[in-house]
C-alpha cells in the first residue's frame, strides 16, 4: 500500500496507467477489427472459411509466450512489440466468436 500511496502522489502511476490502457486500447482496436473482418468473411462465405479457417486455428494453437523471442527479434522491446502482443491475444476469440455467431445475420 505505501507504495501505491508514493507512486499516486507523485504522479508516476497515473502516467504508467495511462500509457498501459492505451497500449490496451489500441491493441484491441487492431486485434478487434481483424478478427471481426476475418470472422465475417469465415462466417459469411464458404470459400472464405476454406481459405482461412485452417491457418488460423493453427496459428491459435500457438502459445503467445513462445513468440516472445520471435516478436522480440521482429520489433525490438518498444511499443510495437507490445501493441502486436495485444492484438494477437484479442485477435482469436474475437474470431472465434464472430466467425460462430448467429448465422441468421
Request: hydrophobic share 50%; proline share 4%.
Amino acid at each position: 500500500m505505501k507504495a501505491f500511496w508514493t507512486l499516486s502522489a507523485s504522479g508516476e502511476l497515473w502516467q504508467h496507467l495511462a500509457i498501459s490502457s492505451w497500449r490496451a486500447l489500441v491493441g484491441f482496436a487492431i486485434g478487434g477489427s481483424i478478427g471481426l473482418i476475418l470472422g465475417l468473411i469465415s462466417g459469411l462465405s464458404r470459400w472464405g472459411e476454406r481459405l482461412l479457417d485452417t491457418s488460423i486455428q493453427m496459428l491459435r494453437n500457438v502459445p503467445h509466450l513462445a513468440l516472445i523471442p520471435l516478436v522480440i527479434l521482429w520489433f525490438g522491446i518498444d511499443e510495437t512489440a507490445k501493441i502486436f502482443l495485444v492484438s494477437l491475444g484479442t485477435l482469436f476469440p474475437i474470431y472465434i466468436n464472430t466467425w460462430h455467431g448467429d448465422p441468421q445475420y
